[in-house]
Every structure is written in structure tokens, then in C-alpha cells.
């Protein structure tokens, strides 16, 4: 029996099941058996070079968002109107056939905008172009998922499926979960508060399932079992994603509203030029770039040549990035802006930076 029958085989089986109390440890371990399945589908071993196939697109800019989508929802539309690049767009599917990056200039920052073929449902068990747009999404900083806002709610969920089942989480945090595997002593397992969605019984079955014996667990979260085989697999990514949905010239403004008060959403109308700059704002605030500008003694800031880093970013940062020796000479550092109470005030290296805030380093 192939990979693909085994996964669809106990896909059955979790459909069958019906979900309480006495099927708990059931349904916990085929859930395991289907990661470790999907795992060894996403990463076929023994095959040179099966790996890291993919779109080969240098990354460039200060950040990466990967646009994804089923076909036709209008995904060049967007980078044809927010980039200088042109990719070809159409009304029959599969349009695009490989990744076309744009750049996208705000705030000073170069956000690279990657337009990808549309994914199709079994995109992740290698169907279409599937396995090469997945691959690109999991180098992204952030990913757009475009829908159209004329067909059925149905394709976020479809599509987010596609994506959890190759290991992308979307929007969630890493599960607050130690585990360390040991060479001996068994399995020790510990949670720091009441656990309701998992237990000691269940993480050591679907440890088992992994054929690991020895480890250390500590739950600091209340996580569900798939959470703890997520953090087993340590393969995950979890990324920032923002919903958009286009073609919002095509329906009712009560359907326009309703969409527009989902969590993480943004509705648009690329044809028509709807809503862009907020889309913008949206992916500005999404990536969490933070533009610094520095000056020197005497002279005044240089506004043309910003440094873009990331949101928590501290003096020590702003000054690798100015030069790497910098640091060893670092006396203080003034800052004007935002994240000080008196400007200018002086700083140290930890000191944490805001957007639009003027540095000046004195050496000593
Ligand atoms: N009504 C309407 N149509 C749009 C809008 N944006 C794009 N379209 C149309 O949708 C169709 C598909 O657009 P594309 O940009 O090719 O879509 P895509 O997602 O890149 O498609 P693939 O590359 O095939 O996956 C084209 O006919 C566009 O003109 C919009 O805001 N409103
Ligand atoms: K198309
Ligand atoms: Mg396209």
C-alpha cells in the first residue's frame, strides 16, 4: 500500500470515529500515524535531491510575502497593480505557472511580493504545482491567502487544510511545549498547569508511535495532542497570514461588511482599486518592519536612507547592521523618537527601537 492509501485509509477511519470520551486515545494516535504519514510524504527519503524542489527565486528586499490561492481568485491582478512587474493574468486557471516576484516600496522598505501558480485541493500530495508553491510559502515572513469573495466560504478552510497538512501553521503561536529526546531514563512528563485536551497516557502512545522511549516533556500550555505531535516533528512553520478577499465589486456592501470584520481579513477589489492602501498597511503591520534613521553629530538625519529592521529590535541590531565591528566601539547611543521619554536621550545597546526614531552612535 502506497503513502497516499495510508493516509486515506485513516482519514476514513478519524471521519468513522465519532469523537468522545472512550475514543480519546484512538483518535489521538491515528492523528499521530497521519503526521508521520504526511511527514514522509513531504520529505521522501532515499531520493537525492527529492528535497527543497521548488520555484528558485533569490529572496531580496527586507521581506518575503508569498501569495497563495486557488486559481483565478486574481493573485496577479494584485502584484500587476502593486508592483512595476507584470505577470500575466486571465480568466481560465492556472494562468501563472511558476513563482514572478515584484517589490513592493513602502516606508522606505523593499517587500518582495511573490505571485505563484493557484493550488488545487491535493496540492499537498503533490497534485499540480502544489508541492513547488508550498515550498515557497515556507520561506515567506508573511503569506497572503487571496480568495474570491464570489465563490463559497468553504475555500479558506479547504485551503488552510491544504497548508496544515504540509506542516504550515497559520496565525498560531508555537505550542509552549519542552521536549527533549534522552538516551535513557524513560519518559519523564510534567505540565506546570491542568491539562483538559491531553494527558500522560496519550503523549506516551504517541511517542511510541515514533518509537521514542526516552524523553523529557513538559507541557507550560494547555495543548492538544496534535500541538505535542507538531512539536515531535519540529518540522513546523508557523506563519503570519492575512486573509484577503478580492473581487468585492462582485458582491452585495452587507456581504462587504461581513467579510470585513473577520479576524485577520482584508477585502479588496484589484480590478476596481478597492481598499489597497489599507491592504498595504495591513501587510506593514503584518511583517512588523520597523524603519530607524540614523545621523550623524552635527549633521541632520539621513531621511533618504532608513534602516529597515524588525519590530523589538535594540540599539545592538541597529549597529550590526550599520557595520559589524561597530559594537566593539559603541560608547552610547542618542535616539530621538518615539521609544524615548526626552529627545534626544541617551541609550545603550539594549534599548529598544521604534519606527521612525533617530539614532546617533557616539564611539569611544
Ligand atoms: N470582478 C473582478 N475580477 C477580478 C478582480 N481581480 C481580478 N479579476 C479577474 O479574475 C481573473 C483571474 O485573475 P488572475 O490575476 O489571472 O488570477 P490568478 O489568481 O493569478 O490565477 P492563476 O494564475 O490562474 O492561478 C481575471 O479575469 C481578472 O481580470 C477584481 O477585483 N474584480
Ligand atoms: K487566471
Ligand atoms: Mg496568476
Avoid at 534522552?182 to 500522560?200: A, Q, R, Y
Wanted: charged share 25%.
Amino acid at each position: 500500500m502506497g503513502i497516499l492509501e495510508k493516509i486515506g485509509e485513516i482519514e476514513r477511519e478519524i471521519s468513522r470515529t465519532q469523537k468522545n470520551k472512550a475514543t480519546e486515545y484512538h483518535l489521538g494516535l491515528l492523528k499521530a500515524k497521519l503526521a508521520k504519514y504526511r511527514q514522509q510524504l513531504i520529505e521522501p527519503t532515499g531520493k537525492p535531491g527529492a528535497k527543497g524542489e521548488g520555484f528558485d527565486v533569490m529572496k531580496s528586499g527586507d521581506a518575503r510575502v508569498a501569495l497563495i490561492g486557488f486559481p483565478s481568485v486574481g493573485k496577479s491582478t494584485l502584484l500587476n497593480t502593486l508592483t512595476a512587474t507584470h505577470s500575466e493574468s486571465a480568466n481560465y486557471e492556472f494562468t501563472t505557472l511558476t513563482c514572478i516576484p515584484g517589490v513592493i516600496e513602502y516606508n522606505g522598505a523593499n517587500i518582495q511580493l511573490l505571485d505563484l501558480p493557484g493550488i488545487i485541493e491535493g496540492a499537498a500530495a503533490g497534485k499540480g504545482r502544489g508541492r513547488q508553491v508550498i515550498a515557497v510559502a515556507r520561506t515567506a515572513d508573511v503569506v497572503i491567502m487571496m480568495l474570491d469573495a464570489t465563490k463559497k466560504e468553504i475555500q479558506r478552510e479547504l485551503l488552510t487544510k491544504e497548508l496544515e497538512s504540509v506542516g504550515i501553521r497559520l496565525n498560531k503561536q508555537k505550542p509552549n511545549i519542552y521536549f527533549k529526546q534522552k538516551k535513557g531514563g524513560g519518559i519523564s512528563f510534567n505540565s506546570t498547569l491542568p491539562l483538559t485536551k491531553c494527558n500522560e497516557k496519550l503523549v506516551q502512545m504517541i511517542l511510541h508511535e515514533w518509537k521514542i522511549f526516552n524523553a523529557e516533556v513538559l507541557f507550560r500550555e494547555d495543548c492538544t495532542s496534535d500541538d505535542f505531535v507538531d512539536v515531535i516533528l519540529g518540522s513546523r512553520v508557523y506563519l503570519e497570514c492575512i486573509y484577503v478577499y478580492n473581487k468585492i465589486d462582485q458582491i452585495s456592501i452587507e456581504e462587504v461588511d461581513r467579510l470585513a470584520r473577520m479576524p485577520d481579513t482584508v477585502v479588496v477589489s484589484c480590478n476596481v482599486k478597492l481598499n489597497l492602501d489599507y491592504l498595504l498597511e495591513t501587510v506593514w503591520e503584518y511583517l512588523a518592519l520597523v524603519r530607524v534613521y540614523t545621523k550623524k553629530r552635527g549633521e541632520r538625519p539621513d531621511f533618504d536612507g532608513g534602516l529597515i529592521l524588525r519590530r523589538g529590535c535594540t540599539v545592538e541590531h541597529v549597529c550590526h547592521l550599520i557595520h559589524r565591528t561597530i559594537v566593539n566601539t559603541f560608547k552610547y547611543a542618542l535616539v530621538w523618537g518615539t521609544s524615548v521619554k526626552y529627545s534626544p536621550q541617551r541609550v545603550g545597546l539594549n534599548h529598544l527601537m521604534n519606527h521612525d526614531d533617530v539614532i546617533q552612535i557616539v564611539k569611544k
